[in-house]
């Protein structure tokens, strides 16, 4: 496995370097804060440390996956945002980013030429549809379907399809988009119908969907304004924009309290990031929940809950048992963690469930689950609350 996992990791390396990294070498650009507009950051992760800690995930997946698994390994470590670089916080908003990063198109590209093998996509596709099952009792808590109407579920970076296949399982109508070639095609052998691109080309019907799933995609995203811009668009008044994100907030503290520990808690701090997959960053924004309710808000979007999480275990026969017992261990400790610190609950926790309401002014909505302290936003305010600054945060 080790011989393997070395053999992808110089291909990769040398004449096989990713695309996303390709771009980078080719073509890096400087980028402002895409919350706020901000060009004050501060550093939180140097390149050089990041480095180390690309040497550190080498070996953690050598030791942890088993044998006949070393591809899926390899896969994990080959991710898309897989380029060394800076990664900042914004000074004004807080948001996590990789700046210098290739620029947009080149990203979008690297994302519609992901391949996979069919043993990858079909291990995936029941791992994805396993958590879907756990995820869907909450998604179904802030739907609210026309009387008498199947809600109708659209969503965005729908990957191998396994949150389509469960909806559809509960009965709801259930719709894809992802820019990736590979997946799409895997869906639609599946018979699940998705779009093959981005959202902003979807031909979809406004004003038809009861919500718009965005799970471990949006914080690839580099520009969430389109998407965000045509989420309110196809959302009836009262639906749902449900967000899964790493959450910025827990890799920039981890990151500062990385040097005032003894190298063997270190060592322990990486593992834990890595099995949450914060290891290095591989995103392009690390949201933190302040700075994506003031993104969302300027959409009209109001938060009704946020709830902290870890990341979904790999598949069961991929990794060795006791290194499943070792995940489970740090996904504990973690949740021991936020439970713990009742102020700071948020930035314990590696990823965030966010669940926003389309706001409409005529009809105000209902108390929120967890309240965001920022009121009723008309939709399609964007323009207004850049225009009177009311959408940079306090
Ligand atoms: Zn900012």
Known sequence: MALLIQQRVERTGAAERPPARRAFESAAVCVDCVVCGSARSRLVCPAAEMAAQRRYLTAFYRRRWRAHN????????????????????????????????????????????????????????????????????????????????????????????????????RGWEMFGVDPGDEVTSFCRANGLPVFHGTLEQADLQRDSFDAVVVWNTFDQLPDPHPTLEAA?????????????????????????????????????????????????????????????????????????????????????????????????CYAWLFRAGWQAAATERFACAPWLDLYFERAAAEH???????????????????????????????
């Open 70 to 169: 070393a591809e899926t390994a390899a896969d994990r470590l080959s991710f898309t945002q897989d380029y060394t670089t800076d990664i900042v916080r914004c000074a004004d908003c807080g948001l996590v980013y990789r700046n210098p990063r290739p620029r947009t198109d080149a990203i979008m590209q690297a994302y519609r030429r992901d391949r996979y093998d069919d043993a990858y996509l079909r291990a995936e596709f029941a791992n994805q549809r396993a958590w879907a099952r756990r995820k869907l009792p909450e998604l179904a808590r802030h739907l609210r379907p026309l009387p008498g109407r199947r809600p109708r579920v659209l969503e965005v970076g729908s990957f191998v399809g396994g949150l389509l296949a469960e909806g559809r399982e």
């Open 232 to 328: 309110v668009g196809l959302l009836r008044d009262g639906g749902a924009l449900a967000i899964r994100i790493p959450n910025g907030a827990c890799f920039s503290w981890t990151m500062e309290m990385l040097p005032r520990l003894p190298r063997g808690l270190r060592a322990g701090l990486y593992t834990a990031l890595a099995w949450n997959n914060l290891l290095t960053f591989p995103y392009v924004h690390g949201y933190t929940r302040e700075a994506i309710t003031a993104l969302a808000a300027a959409y009209g979007f109001r938060r009704r809950a946020c709830l902290p999480d870890t990341l979904l275990p790999p598949p069961r026969d991929h990794v060795k048992r006791w290194a499943r017992l070792e995940a489970r």
């Open 364 to 394: 105000p909505p209902a108390p929120a689950a967890a309240d965001s302290g920022l009121g009723l936003i008309p939709v399609y305010a964007p323009l207004a609350l850049r225009q009177t600054g009311l959408d940079r945060p306090a």
